[in-house]
């Protein structure tokens, strides 16, 4: 087994009226994929923020490297190598994916200038390495939520750091780019970078990651290699009981419809036909990039529709923008709620 290149140990961490974590330890081996699991709320990503800088523990040790250290703040935690792709997002919206990448590391002129050129050719290379179809050039206010993460992942890697937290990093990314994203992974894991990975998704842990450490309610549960784990065992370490039956079967009247969506066409998706009754969750299901959000977006009159129609409490009405939607009683959660669904300033 190779050597530990992070410890940490009786890791503490209140906030006012919560005990985030209490007593939690983790230890992760050079070169391996270490999966750090727990239900929302477990204190993951606390912890991970304890590692980085952004909080100070109020007791434990962290080692890195075999050396014991207090990191201050993540670019401290950058400059001896340990980087983090955060689940939150937060690019500079109006720079270049270039800039964005590279701040605080842009490659200057003689004349002590940004060398425009330059930081474009090294993001290209970056980018193609990765095998991430994303212009230089681009600011980041005009990609996607998709392009947005994987350039995230792409400025995490571009610190060459020893150790890369990943938090949630295949959130918004579709099956292939999951997939391009595991073996940039085994990529790193073969140069002996270690890798921790949080996620919900219990194939992605099975697939890509060689050991487990569950976190319940801020207290450690146990570390386990892959191996030696099942589905319904890791679920079990997570939420501290065994799951018999998933969902009850309630029996429930059917009421009237009250949206009902007809031959609906539009960007990305066409004939798409459904209704919804009162008091109903409906689900709309499919992969990244499958035209779920150009849907609803389209429904809301985000989009211009090409052809269909849209009934409410059994009356045709006219959606042509979200005005509309809003005045027949429509609401839409958007998918970034920072870019569209706030108004930050």
């Given at each position: 087994m190779s050597e530990h290149v992070l410890r940490m140990q009786g890791i503490s961490k209140r906030f006012p009226g919560v005990h985030a974590l209490d007593q939690v330890q983790l230890n992760v081996r050079k070169g391996t994929v270490h999966a750090l699991m727990g239900e929302n709320g477990a204190g993951k990503s606390t912890l991970m923020k304890c590692l980085i800088g952004i909080y100070a523990p109020d007791s434990g040790t962290i080692e890195f490297k075999g050396q014991e250290i207090r990191i201050g703040n993540t670019h401290h935690a950058l400059s001896m190598g340990i980087s983090m792709i955060h689940?939150?997002?937060?690019?500079?919206?109006?720079?270049?994916?270039a800039e964005n990448i590279f701040l605080g590391r842009e490659p200057l002129t003689w004349y002590g200038l940004v060398d425009m050129r330059e930081l474009n050719r090294r993001t290209r290379e970056l980018l193609g390495r990765l095998g991430i179809a994303v212009a230089p050039e681009k600011k980041m206010v005009e990609l996607s939520i998709a392009n947005t993460q994987l350039v995230e992942i792409a400025k995490a890697i571009s610190y060459d750091?020893?150790?890369i937290v990943m938090d949630e990093p295949t959130s918004a990314i579709t099956e292939a780019e999951v997939a391009n994203l595991h073996n940039i992974i085994r990529?790193?894991?073969?140069?002996?970078?270690?890798?921790?990975?949080?996620?919900?998704?219990?194939?992605?842990?099975?697939?890509?990651?060689?050991?487990?450490?569950?976190?319940?309610?801020?207290r450690y549960v146990g570390t386990n290699p892959i191996q030696a784990l099942s589905h319904d065992l890791l679920i079990q370490k997570m939420v501290g009981r065994e799951l018999t039956a998933?969902?009850?079967?309630?029996?429930?009247?059917?009421?009237?419809p009250i949206l009902y969506v007809r031959n609906y066409s539009g960007k990305r998706f066409r004939g798409v036909t459904f209704q919804v009754r009162r008091g109903e969750i409906f689900g709309v299901a499919g992969l990244m990039g499958a035209g779920r959000t150009e849907l609803l977006e389209t429904i809301f009159g985000v989009h211009p529709r090409t052809s269909g129609e849209i009934y409410l409490h059994?009356?045709?009405?006219?959606?042509?923008?979200?005005?509309?939607?809003?005045?027949?009683?429509?609401?839409?959660?958007?998918?970034?709620?920072k870019l569209s669904g706030l108004y930050l300033n």
């Open positions: 689940q939150e997002l937060s690019p500079i919206p109006h720079m270049t994916v750091s020893s150790l990529s790193l894991r073969s140069r002996g970078v270690s890798i921790i990975y949080i996620t919900h998704k219990m194939d992605e842990v099975f697939n890509i990651c060689d050991e487990v450490t569950v976190l319940r309610d801020g998933m969902f009850h079967k309630e029996e429930t009247p059917i009421a009237e059994g009356k045709r009405v006219e959606i042509r923008r979200p005005s509309d939607s809003i005045q027949h009683g429509l609401a839409l959660l958007t998918e970034d709620r």
